[in-house]
């Protein structure tokens, strides 16, 4: 069985948040579960790249939009490498592949005269880029409640596709096909909004040209909803490519809800249009909201660093929390103190310790050598069935995207398991030679348990396989989802390890910034006011604007030979390196600078010191006791202008 399973394309204007994480993680989970079954699985995500908001973005940091999506881009697939996304393509939307599609499609809907061209008035949000209507404003404002900004009047010739056209073959499909829109609050949401009349939609834009242009009119470039959401296409190489035979229809466009009518309703009707056939099912998921409320994004500015949240907690406890949070439906909430609690409480006690405590016994009880088992009894029939009873539910509810549910049952499994190790009391039998068998039966079976749990957890977090693997003797038992109900599988006479704990729990406070004891009073500021550099004369705006400061990154920093004070650092800045000498080595060893984002003065005419050209200067701040490198966090781009 083929499955094709696609996340949106994310807007690079901004780094990837827990918020666009989730919809990643869920469908990789999807997809691992789906190749696990023994599918023909492919999983695609990308970027959408062609915004109006990304080229006034861009424009506003004073960087070239190709290097600022580059930069951004970079950050999604590196976090996604970090969070073990198992993606088989990443399209990006600046692609020709994808282009050319576009504007093959573009042609085709003209040619049928489905697309014409007329006059766009009307307003548009640019941070939705999405156009409105005067009356679905609300009070003058974009009327999606979690945007709720400004819109602009836009007035220019335009292309138009006939929506209208297709408004009852659209809702007829709707009707024939309950599974189509998920889950069915959407559903009938999309249901109301189509009834109440689908205009004709602008597909194109003249006022500026950052995207494709339509190949027969180039002052225009496609409206980016029509070029992104024919990326599910372009990517498998529509109309031709043997992988769009074989993988078209998706069977899951996976989506927060905010973008299911264009899903539900542009997109379908796009692929009417074109007499392809329409995607099984589009679901759309709450949202991750913050504690105090509100849907976590980069505006809000509540969203938290991905990648310093992966390094505290590393990729498994992250991708737990968001799929085990977002309930079915509803939204879900994302806190630091909640994840780190479910952290320890579900991963770190409930499996980490059962992994643990049950191999600690093998290795006490019986010299980490798996016995033979005995008889079974009831209990163990009981956790056999159980076992399959996880396996179907969790797979069904994965086929439903309701991974909270699917977890839900491993979870049952995982506590079944705690429990029976405390209704057989393994400590008791070894201390009577009598109980060998049971001994043997119950041990075998608690690590026939930590072999299925592997399985089971494996769609999911896909790092606890590899940490149980080397503990079970270093044999893969992990990749074969029907084997979590299967028994027997490990061969007695291997040896287990017990290992560290594969959960250890986390102290949130370690993380928390340390209150600064009360401080003496100090006058060594006074005296160092005193002894401040007199400022240097007064120069105009022009003067200063001649010197262009840029942010860059230290790639690699080594000790200049013969000079005490000199550091040659290699520096990155959007794409292109440079290599710089700076007189910080008195303050900074190499290791601490490599990573670091700093200023450098760029126009500089280069100068030879120690024999090396040195081009550019860092800035740096410094007093009668030290000096320090002035820089950025890390959300500004390299390239990017500092005024
Ligand atoms: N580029 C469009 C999608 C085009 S698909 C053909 C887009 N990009 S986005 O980057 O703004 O958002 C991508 C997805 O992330 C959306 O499905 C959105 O719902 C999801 N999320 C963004 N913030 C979110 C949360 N706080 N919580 C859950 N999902 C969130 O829209």
Redesign the pocket.
């Known amino acids: 069985m083929k499955y094709y399973i696609t996340t949106?394309?994310?807007?690079p204007n901004s780094s990837p948040?827990?918020?666009?994480a989730?919809?990643t993680i869920a469908a990789d989970a999807m997809a691992r579960l789906r190749r696990m079954k023994g599918d023909d699985v492919y999983f695609l995500t990308g970027t959408?790249e062609n915004?109006q908001k990304i080229i006034r973005t861009a424009e506003s940091a004073g960087v070239d939009p190709h290097v600022y999506v580059d930069d951004i881009v970079s950050r999604f697939r590196e976090l996604w490498r970090l969070l073990n996304i198992s993606n088989d393509d990443f399209i990006r939307t600046t692609e020709a592949r994808h282009a050319e599609v576009v504007q093959y499609i573009f042609n085709k809907l003209y040619e049928k005269g489905d697309i014409y061209k007329s006059e766009y008035e009307g307003w548009y949000c640019t941070p939705c880029e999405t156009f409105w209507t005067e009356n679905r404003l609300v009070d003058g404002k974009c009327p999606n409640e979690d945007c709720a900004r400004e819109v602009e009047l836009l007035k220019e010739e335009s292309y138009f596709f006939k929506m209208s056209k297709y408004q009852g073959k659209l809702l007829q499909y709707i009707n024939d096909n309950p599974d189509f829109i998920k889950p069915l609050s959407r559903r009938n949401e999309m249901i109301r909004f189509i009834e109440g009349g689908l205009e004709d939609l602008c597909v194109s834009r003249t006022t500026f040209n950052w995207g494709i242009k339509v190949p027969f009119d180039p002052k225009h470039v496609v409206y980016v909803?029509l070029d992104?959401?024919i990326?599910?296409i372009s990517a498998l190489g529509y109309p031709d490519h043997e992988k769009f035979k074989k993988y078209w229809p998706a069977d899951v466009h996976l989506?927060?809800?905010?973008?299911v009518r264009?899903?539900s309703i542009i997109w379908p009707i796009i692929l009417m249009a074109l007499d392809v056939p329409l995607p099984k099912m589009v679901f759309g998921?709450?949202?991750?909201?913050g504690k105090e409320g509100g849907?976590?994004?980069k505006s809000r500015g509540n969203a938290q660093d991905s990648f310093e949240l992966i390094a505290r907690y590393g990729p498994d406890p992250i991708r737990y929390f968001l799929l085990r949070e977002m309930q079915y439906g509803l939204d879900g909430t994302y806190s630091e103190d909640d994840l780190v609690e479910k952290l320890n409480s579900d991963l770190a006690n409930d499996l980490g310790n059962y992994v643990s405590r049950s191999l600690a016994m093998v290795v006490k009880y019986i010299d980490g050598k798996v016995p033979t088992p005995g008889q079974d009894t009831d209990l163990e029939k009981e956790i056999k069935e159980l076992s399959s009873k996880v396996k179907e539910s969790a797979e069904e509810k994965m086929l439903a995207c309701d991974p909270a549910s699917a977890l839900e049952y491993v979870w049952q499994f995982v506590n079944r398991c705690n429990k029976y190790v405390d209704e057989t009391a393994p400590w008791n039998l070894a201390k009577d030679q009598n109980n060998t068998e049971r001994l043997n039966t119950v041990l075998y079976t608690m690590v026939e348990c930590i072999r299925i749990l592997g399985i089971l957890c494996a769609p999911f977090m896909p790092g606890v396989p590899e940490k149980i693997r080397p503990l079970l003797g270093g044999m893969d038992f992990f990749s074969d989802w029907e084997k979590a109900d299967s028994w027997n599988v490990i061969q007695p006479g291997t040896i287990v390890d017990k290992g560290q704990p594969i959960f250890p729990r986390i102290d949130l406070s370690q993380f928390s910034v340390e209150e600064t004891p009360e401080k003496q009073p100090d006058n060594t500021a006074e005296i160092k006011e005193i002894n401040m550099v007199p400022i240097k004369d007064e120069i105009t705006y022009e003067d200063f604007a001649k010197i262009d400061l840029r942010i860059v990154k230290i790639l690699q920093a080594e000790k200049v030979e013969k000079a005490d004070k000199l550091l040659k650092l290699e520096v990155e800045m959007a794409g292109e390196s440079r290599t710089v000498v700076a007189g910080i080595a008195g303050y900074y060893t190499a290791e601490e600078l490599i990573g670091k984002k700093v200023v450098l003065v760029a126009n500089l005419k280069p100068v030879k010191l120690r024999g090396i050209v040195s081009q550019g200067m860092i800035l740096a701040a410094s007093d009668s006791e030290g000096l320090e490198v002035l820089g950025v966090e890390k959300e500004i781009i390299t390239g990017g202008q500092v005024k």
């Open positions: 949106p394309i994310y807007y948040h827990i918020g666009t989730y919809t959408d915004a909803w992104a959401l990326n599910y989506m927060g809800k905010d973008i264009f899903h998921h709450g949202w991750f909201l849907k976590i994004s």
